[in-house]
């Protein structure tokens, strides 16, 4: 008599949200190994889509509506983010949607249809000359490493560079005699950018007396230009966190960051006339649009060409 074996259970299929899941993986692993973008930009993708997976709360992408993606801006609203991380997490979703195009989960990108709406421009916040000048000397010699951090602050202002890229900046990408850096952004573009006599002073300060000290720390990490007090590469993080320590020495906005510096950089070179395009070869924009922003923040300059040139001013 024939024993009956049962029948193996077949596997249970991926839920909605095992599959989506699986796609954000993809998409991800496409980004690093195709696109070639950086690490910070791959972190902001993942950190906008984890919330977009949070509101999606296990429904099926592809059976998602206009309507549907609009309750999801919508629902973005009432999180109280600001209007430019808002259009960044729309951005997020319409480069994965693309994504999910090429492999064929979708046939129509509804997320390009969610343009980033006019309320959710602003223009950035910059700091007045005077600030920024009363910033650059706040270190003093009783805090620790204040040529460091000196440097740190004059680096950050004279190149309008991102944290993230003065963080990674090496010894050889800083040319002081020449009066230029040469420093890698996003999707590892290098770019250089000039350096002013007072960043140029402030940095050979700082490797005359303070880098060799920090460097002996940790003699296996030599390469990198601004060192922590442990004499390994001085992390983004900690390069906001003396920011801010400097700026409410001076009474500047708690909303203070390196991009606070990057976006004075900017509006400055363009309210003393530079042009346009040499800001945005300096600043690392891919699209000019991107600059453009910058001749919105300071109508003092707008108001100074209309009374020069206007006749009846």
């Known amino acids: 008599m024939r024993t009956l074996r049962p029948r193996p259970i077949p596997p249970k ?25 950086a690490d910070n930009t791959l972190a902001a993708y993942r950190r906008d889509l984890d919330r977009f997976f949070l509101w999606l709360n296990g429904r099926s992408i592809p059976e998602l509506s206009i309507r549907d993606l609009a309750d999801y801006a919508t629902w973005l609203h009432a999180q109280s983010l600001g209007p430019a991380t808002l259009a960044r997490h729309l951005v ?20 390009e249809l969610l343009g980033s709406q006019k ?34 602050l004059e680096l950050l202002y004279a ?13 050889r990408d800083v040319h002081l005699d020449e009066g230029f ?16 006599q007072r960043a140029a002073d402030a940095v050979h300060a700082y490797l005359a007396y303070e880098r060799g000290q920090l460097a002996a720390r940790a003699p296996s ?7 922590s007090y442990r ?41 003393g006339g530079a042009d346009l395009r040499l800001v945005q070869e300096m600043l690392g924009h891919a699209s000019i649009a991107t600059t453009q922003i910058y ?16 006749p009846r001013a």
Not at 181 to 196: A, D, F, T, W
Not at 221 to 227: G, S
Not at 299 to 310: C, D, G, M, N, P
């Open 13 to 37: 299929p991926p839920t909605a949200a095992q599959t989506a899941r699986s796609w954000l993986v993809g998409f991800l692993e496409y980004a690093a190994g195709e696109c070639h973008l």
């Open 92 to 111: 997020s979703l319409r480069v994965f949607f693309r994504y999910l195009q090429l492999e064929g989960v979708l046939q129509d990108n509804r997320a």
């Open 119 to 152: 309320l959710w421009e602003r223009v950035p916040k910059v700091l007045s000359p005077q600030q920024v000048d009363r910033l650059m000397e706040s270190p003093r010699p009783h805090d620790p490493f204040w040529r460091r951090d000196q440097a740190l």
């Open 159 to 171: 190149t309008g560079c991102r944290a993230s890229e003065i963080s990674h900046l090496e010894l």
């Open 181 to 196: 850096c040469r420093c890698r952004g996003k999707g590892n573009k290098e770019r250089v950018v000039p350096l002013g």
């Open 221 to 227: 990490d030599p390469l990198w230009l601004l060192l």
């Open 231 to 271: 004499g390994r590469r001085l992390r983004r993080e900690r390069i906001w966190e003396l920011l801010k320590h400097y700026a409410r020495r001076i009474g500047a906005p708690s909303a203070i960051s390196p991009h606070t510096l990057r976006h004075s950089f900017a509006t400055h070179l363009l309210a």
């Open 295 to 310: 001749t919105h923040v300071d109508a003092s300059r707008l108001k100074a060409v209309h009374k020069r040139f206007h």
